[in-house]
């Protein structure tokens, strides 16, 4: 029984995070609005399974960095608080791996997408 309660409290602790992340992160909402959009404009376009898991993957890859980016942040800034070059570094490369995923994942998008709208235009 200990156990399943172990577990119970990680999830609540992970949810924490997850809220407290969307809560101070104004990045990860436009994130979670593009989400949102890829979509609705899967259901609008009947994209096939294989399609769908990828839009997912994008979507969770994207949320998950920009969670992972704010966490190295805040670590940055318990550990330096004062301004530091390495401190900037670190936060600098944090930004540029979400930009990695995010350019990636609308590559992506584009892929699935793009067809799908130029044959509607035509």
């Known amino acids: 029984m200990n156990y399943l309660k172990g577990r119970i409290t990680s999830f ?3 949810i924490a995070g997850i809220l407290s992340v969307l ?3 104004a990045n990860l ?3 979670l ?4 959009i890829a ?3 899967g259901g609008y376009f009947d994209i096939s399974r294989t399609e769908w898991c990828l839009v997912i993957l994008c979507i969770v890859a ?3 960095a920009e969670t992972f980016n704010t966490a190295i942040e805040y670590l940055t800034d318990l550990v330096s608080p004062d301004i530091h070059p390495l401190a900037k570094k670190t936060k600098d490369a944090a930004a540029g791996a979400v930009l990695w995923v995010a ?3 609308l590559l992506v998008g584009l892929v699935i997408f793009l067809p799908k709208v130029f044959s509607i235009a035509t």
């Open 33 to 36: 609005v593009a989400a949102i």
């Open 62 to 64: 994207v949320l998950s």
């Open 103 to 105: 350019f990636g994942a």
């Open 12 to 14: 609540k602790y992970a």
């Open 39 to 41: 979509l609705g404009a």
């Open 23 to 25: 809560k101070s992160e």
């Open 29 to 31: 909402k436009i994130h």
